[in-house]
């Protein structure tokens, strides 16, 4: 069906996560996809596939940052556990 979402996020609902959705044909018969963003209170805000797309990278970005930093620490426990203190 051609939906993206962000893994973790995609197929939440009602607490500020991300719902993907497929919007309703227009008359030539075409679909386009559309990613609703609900926020605390439910209200959705629709987004286009280039906004989706900036979401979805800044998400992997922070899965990146995330994945350095605890490499950083097991290097940092490993070097202490070695070093005697």
């Given at each position: 069906n051609g939906?993206?979402?962000v893994?973790?996020?995609?197929?939440?609902?009602?607490?500020?996560?991300?719902?993907?959705?497929c919007?309703e044909?227009?008359?030539?018969g075409?679909?386009?996809?559309?990613i609703?963003?609900y926020?605390?209170?439910?209200v959705?805000?629709q987004?286009?596939?280039?906004?989706?797309?900036?979401?979805?990278?800044?998400?992997?970005?922070?899965e990146i940052e995330?994945?350095?930093?605890?490499y950083?620490?097991?290097?940092n426990?490993?070097q202490?556990?070695?070093s005697?203190?």
């Open positions: 939906l993206i979402g893994p973790g996020n995609a197929n939440m609902n009602g607490n500020g996560n991300l719902v993907a959705t919007a044909g227009n008359a030539a075409h679909y386009s996809n559309q609703r963003c926020n605390c209170r439910g959705g805000i987004l286009q596939a280039k906004e989706f797309d900036l979401m979805a990278a800044a998400a992997d970005l922070d995330k994945v350095n930093a605890n950083i620490l097991m290097a426990l490993q202490a556990s070695t005697g203190t």
